[in-house]
């Protein structure tokens, strides 16, 4: 028989912020696989690397950062030839994915190409969207209000109207983006009502007002934008 293929949510940084569940299936694991910059660490590994059996084989998916799309395909394509491979071998495979598995998780591509074949489970994870939330101690949404999730890699024109249309917002994968991103938000006037989150839950954490917020920020910030609505009335 073949093993099954599980999606594992981390979390977005804590370990404690694990399931018991992930923990469970992490530290009973045979084979586990995880992305990983090309060449590079795994932040999703480094996240669970406490509970790892020393005797687990591990499958690195080396995915490129490029804008082009054929060479990430490529490694997905490989990544699931590896983990097929020990599927068929009658061996279970615990995918390792940093917040949730189908938030914007990079799992759903292996799952798009495994799920056919093999049974899949997919284990769900605290997002990053409200752990942000948490440490900002703003809530993202009340009563009827709808809450808008944007990337930041968008254009700039898209990005207006979308937040401009919204009634709560989060921003993710700021990065390099975070210039046009403020830029946005001060030609709305909606700076005052922006929380800036960086690295969240990790020991260097950063919870700003956009405000005092740096230049620069890395790929894993957040701006949470409530706009004015005072969520406890």
């Known amino acids: 028989m073949n093993g099954v293929l599980y999606g594992v949510g981390l979390g977005p940084g804590d370990p404690e912020l694990m399931t018991l569940k992930a923990y469970r299936l992490i530290s009973g694991a045979e084979v586990i696989a995880y992305p990983t910059l090309e060449r590079g660490d795994s932040f999703a590994r480094s996240i669970a690397e406490d509970i790892i059996n020393e005797e687990v084989e591990e499958i690195a998916v080396e995915v490129p950062m490029s804008v082009e799309r054929g060479p990430a395909q490529a490694a997905y394509d490989l990544g699931a030839t590896q983990i097929a491979k020990r599927l068929r071998e009658g061996k279970d495979v615990v995918v390792l994915c940093e917040g949730d598995p189908f938030f914007y998780g990079s ?29 900002a101690a703003r809530p993202l949404t009340a009563r009827n209000e709808v809450l808008t999730i ?84």
């Open 107 to 135: 799992f759903m591509y292996l799952f798009s190409r495994l799920n056919e074949e093999f049974k899949c489970e997919v284990v769900p994870g605290v997002t990053s969207v409200t752990a942000c939330a948490a440490l």
């Open 150 to 233: 944007i990337p930041g890699p968008i254009d700039e024109a898209a990005l207006e109207v979308r937040i401009a249309a919204a009634e709560a917002v989060a921003i993710m994968k700021v990065g390099r983006h975070l210039p046009k991103i403020r830029t946005v938000l001060d030609r709305l006037n909606l700076t005052q009502y922006a929380h800036y989150v960086e690295r969240a839950t990790l020991p260097n954490q950063l919870v700003l007002p956009l405000s005092a917020a740096p230049k620069t920020a890395p790929y894993f910030s957040m701006i949470l934008v409530t706009k004015g609505n005072d969520p406890w009335l």
